[in-house]
Nanobody, 124 residues
Framework: VQLQASGGGLVQAGGSLRLSCAAS????????MGWFRQAPGKEREFVSA??????????SDSVKGRFTISRDNRENTVYLYLQMNSLKPEDTAVYYC????????????????WGQGTQVTVSS
């Protein structure tokens, strides 16, 4: 089982980034998937989640209207995306993708599989 996140980087405030996560090794097309983030000295927090088909999404209040989650269920690999627009310095964190068998939820404990994280840094 592998969840490989990528796409992080350094961007100026107001800019955009697109994160990707490639999930393989299980039938992740049946799983809800989500993005979480953790800033230095802070607890991990929920960002966004999507159901297995892409027809249902959740967003934290802090990113609603700026971030868009999507997924592409391929035969052997599921690709999860997070389009991040109008980035703010407070969006700076390590972003993690996750997969779980429950419906999309903000609860990190409901996600079984986690990627290694990708760093997003937004400069002011």
């Amino acid at each position: 089982v592998q969840l490989q996140a990528s796409g992080g980087g350094l961007v100026q405030a107001g800019g955009s980034l697109r994160l990707s996560c490639a999930a393989s090794g299980r039938t992740f097309s049946n799983y809800a998937m989500g993005w979480f983030r953790q800033a230095p000295g802070k607890e991990r927090e929920f960002v966004s989640a999507i159901n297995w088909s892409g027809g249902s999404t959740l967003y934290s209040d802090s990113v609603k209207g700026r971030f868009t989650i999507s997924r592409d269920n391929r035969e052997n690999t599921v690709y999860l995306y997070l389009q991040m627009n109008s980035l703010k310095p407070e969006d700076t964190a390590v972003y993690y993708c996750a997969a779980g068998s429950y419906p999309p939820t903000e609860a990190a404990r409901r996600y079984t599989y986690w990627g290694q994280g990708t760093q997003v840094t937004v400069s002011s």
